[in-house]
C-alpha cells in the first residue's frame, strides 16, 4: 500500500482528499503546514508527496527545496491555482514531478499518482539492472509536429544523433528536451543500452557528486553502502543532464574530467574507474552568460556543446499545437477510459493564441484535466482554464500609441477590473469563490470592488 503525505492548510479540503485516496487503497496522511511536513517527512517514509503552493509559514518552491534535500527521490506534486502556473513550471525544474491545477479533481490527482508511482517504479528497476530502455513498450512516443521550425531541428536529430557527438539542448522547461534525447539516444548506436536521466537542477550539491559518481561505503554519514553513480549506471549509453547550470563549480571540474578522460572517481574512493557514456546535457538558461559570469566552465560549455539544438517555445510551433493537442487526447483518453474523440475548432484557436508558459507540458495538462471534465463527445471550449478560455486582449501597438499618455497602471488596472468582473459573473456574483477563483483573499477583492466601482 502506498503512503500519501498530504501538506494543505485547508483541513477540509485535506479530509476530502485524504478519504477518497484511502478509499483507492492508498494509506493517505494529513500535516496542514510547512513545519508539520518538514516533522513527518523526517520521521516517516512517503512513497508520493502531495503539497498546496501556498502555505501559510512557507512558499511552495522553499519547502519543495526542503523536502527535496531530505528525500530527494520522493516524487512531490504540487497542487497550485491556475494564476501561479509560472511557478508551478519553475517547480518543475526544481525538481517536482508534476503539477496538479486547483480547484483539484481527485480523478486527475490519481492518475497522476499512479504516474508519479510508476516512474519511480521504473527508475528503482534501473538502479536495480543497471538498465533502463526509454520508457514502456508504447508509452514513449514522440510527436515530430510539420512546423518548419521543428523540421529543421529534426533534420539535425538524424544527423548527429549516430555520432557519438555531446550535445547541448536548449529550451524553456517543458519544450520536450528531456524526449528529444530520449529520441537522439533511440536513433543512436547506444540505443541497446541504458538511457539514463539526471535532474540536475533536483540535485543539491551534497548529493550530486554521489548521485553522478557513486560513492564508497563509509565516505560520509549515511553512506552505508557501496553506491553505483549514474556514469556507471548508463555505461555504454547515454547520461541526460538535465539544467546541467546548476551544478556547482566542484562538481563541474569532476564532470569535465569524466568526459575527457573517460574516467570517474567514487566519493571517498581511491581508484579510477573507466567510463563509456554520450552526454547530453539541457539548460533553459543562456549558459554563456553563465560562463561570463564566471559560474559555468568554459571548457566544460565547449565540451558539452559539441552540437547544439534548440527547442523552440510552443508558441512557436503553429500547426504542430494542433498535432500535440490530438495526441494528448489519445492518451488521455486511454489514461481516463475515456472516448472523446474531437476537439473543437474553437478550441484549436484558442491554444493558437494562448503563450503556454510551461509548453508542451502544460498542453498536456490542459488536455487531460478537460478531457477529465468533458460530458460531450467533442472537446469543448468549457473545461478549458480561465487563462485560455477568456484570454487578455493585448492592446495593439496602435492603440498603445494613441494612449501614450495613459499611465501603465492604468491600463493594467483596466485589465484587473475586466478579470474581476468576468469571475464575477462565472460564479453569479458568489465572493468567496470569485476570490478563491482569483487567488487573493476576500478582504483585497472588497477593497478592488470598492475601487473600480464594480456594483455587485
Ligand atoms: N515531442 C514530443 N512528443 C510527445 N510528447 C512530448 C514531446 N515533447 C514533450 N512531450 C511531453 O511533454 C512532457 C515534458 O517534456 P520534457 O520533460 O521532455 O520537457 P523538458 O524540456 O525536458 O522539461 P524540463 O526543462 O522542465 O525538464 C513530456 O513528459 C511529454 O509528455
Known sequence: MSKVLIIDDDPTFCVM??????????????????????????????DIIL??????????????????????????????????????VNAIKMGAYEYVTKPINPDEVLATINNALNSVEE?????????????????????SGRSAVFEKIHEHI???????????????SGTGKEYVSRLIH???????????????????????????????????????NEKKGQFEVAAGGTLFLDEIGNLSYEIQVKLLRATQERKIRKVGGNTDIEVDVRLIAATNEDLTKAVSRGEFREDLYHRINE?????????????????????????????????????????????????????????????????????????????????????????????????????????????????????????KYNKSKAARILNIDRKTLYNKIKQFNIEV
Open 186 to 224: 533511440q536513433k543512436s548506436k547506444r540505443n541497446d543500452r541504458p538511457f539514463v536521466a539526471i535532474d540536475c537542477g533536483a540535485l543539491s550539491d551534497e548529493l550530486a557528486a554521489s548521485e553522478l559518481f557513486g560513492h564508497v561505503k563509509g565516505s560520509f554519514t549515511g553512506a552505508t
Open 158 to 172: 538524424e544527423l548527429v544523433a549516430p555520432t557519438n557527438m555531446s550535445i547541448l539542448i536548449h529550451g524553456e
Open 307 to 427: 552540437f547544439q539544438l534548440k527547442i523552440p517555445p510552443l508558441r512557436k510551433r503553429g500547426a504542430d499545437i494542433k498535432e500535440f493537442a490530438y495526441h494528448f487526447l489519445k492518451i488521455s483518453n486511454q489514461e481516463l477510459d475515456t472516448d472523446i474523440q474531437e476537439i473543437d475548432e474553437e478550441v484549436i484557436d484558442k491554444f493558437l493564441n494562448y503563450s503556454w508558459p510551461g509548453n508542451i507540458r502544460e498542453l498536456k495538462n490542459v488536455l487531460k484535466r478537460a478531457v477529465l471534465l468533458e460530458k460531450n463527445p467533442s472537446l469543448g471550449a468549457a473545461n478549458l482554464p480561465d487563462e485560455i478560455r477568456y484570454p487578455m486582449e493585448v492592446d495593439s501597438p496602435q492603440s498603445v500609441e494613441d494612449d501614450q499618455g495613459i499611465a501603465l497602471r492604468t491600463v493594467t488596472e483596466k485589465k484587473e477590473k475586466e478579470m474581476i468582473l468576468r469571475t464575477l459573473e462565472q460564479v
Open 123 to 143: 527508475k528503482r528497476s534501473l538502479a536495480k539492472t543497471g538498465t533502463r530502455n526509454t520508457g514502456a513498450p508504447g508509452s514513449f512516443q514522440f510527436i
Open 17 to 46: 482528499l485524504k478519504s477518497f485516496l484511502i478509499k483507492k487503497d492508498f494509506d493517505a496522511y494529513e500535516v496542514h503546514n510547512a513545519k508539520q511536513s518538514i516533522k513527518a517527512i523526517q520521521q516517516q517514509d512517503f
Open 51 to 88: 503539497t498546496d503552493f501556498r502555505l501559510p509559514d512557507i512558499n511552495g518552491l522553499d519547502l519543495l527545496k526542503s523536502i527535496k534535500n531530505i528525500v530527494p527521490h520522493t516524487p512531490v506534486i504540487l497542487m497550485t491555482s491556475y494564476a501561479n502556473i509560472r511557478t508551478a
